[in-house]
């Protein structure tokens, strides 16, 4: 009889134990901050990069200091200034190379482009999604 008393509390506390174990919530990918992160870009407009479409991987990073933007369109490397606070954002005027690309400059083109029409960003994980008003422009992924 005892045996069985000792057999049924260990059976009871190993069911809450593993009760326990099942109700524990995995933490959310932590928010990646939106400065000093170097982002690689996934996405111009609705067009997914694949890694043949361009030179070198486009990517972006927006310094904390200074306000500084640099990053590869895929063929050119490029610099500027960002401005913006809470979710707003825009990008000055920009300075780039002129490297001589036999691939990716429509997807430069169109990337240069997009980042002169950014007003706005949200930040998912690890993920950056830059906006004109509603219009989905830019998606990135942090490296």
Known sequence: MHRFRILSCCMVFLLLAAC???SVKQPAAATVPLLDTDWRLLAVGDYSLKPAD???E???MMSAEGNKVSGSD???RFFGAWYGENEQLGFG???ATRM???QGLDIAHDYMQALQ???RYEISGQQLDLFQGDQHLLRFQAK
């Open 54 to 56: 361009t030179r070198s």
């Open 100 to 102: 001589a690309c036999e």
């Open 58 to 60: 486009a990517h972006l």
């Open 93 to 95: 005027a920009m300075g």
């Open 74 to 76: 895929g063929c050119n």
């Open 20 to 22: 326990q174990q099942s």
């Open 117 to 119: 029409k950014v007003n």
